[in-house]
């Protein structure tokens, strides 16, 4: 039974920082590429970072580049995002995902080809 867990959202003032994680149980993904996906009110999920399984490419819309960082530790089956410099427009349900095959060598940003979903962690930012 696979499951993933997200955990580090919250309430921030614009300029603040969050570290979110996602922890996965059930099955070891150190093969796999790991993506992170937001979705706020009124507007459709968009991926917003992913990393590949042995983390040499990481992948960011441009509206975050340079705030917000991916990592992984295959250890402890877990990723991670970064979120510094935080602005209002951040605000959304952020949401992790697990590639559908192994050992891919770019990080997709669509939605299709992620197989495993968290049920998302609530990130605020106020102004």
């Known amino acids: 039974q696979v499951q993933l867990v997200e955990s580090g959202g919250g309430l921030v003032q614009a300029g603040g920082s969050l570290r979110l994680s996602c922890a996965a149980s059930g099955r070891t993904f150190s093969s796999y590429a790991m993506g992170w996906f937001r979705q706020a009110p009124g507007k459709e999920r968009e991926f917003v970072a992913g990393i590949t399984w042995s983390s040499r490419v990481t992948s960011y819309i441009d509206s975050v580049k340079g705030r917000f960082t991916v990592s992984r530790d295959n250890t402890k089956n877990t990723v991670y995002l970064q979120m510094n410099s935080l602005k209002p427009e951040d605000t959304a349900v952020y949401y992790c995902?697990?590639?559908?095959?192994?050992?891919?060598?770019?990080?997709?940003?669509?939605?299709?080809?992620?197989?495993?979903w968290g049920q998302g962690t609530q990130v605020t930012v106020s102004s």
């Open positions: 995902a697990v590639e559908r095959y192994a050992r891919t060598i770019v990080v997709s940003k669509t939605q299709e080809r992620y197989e495993y």
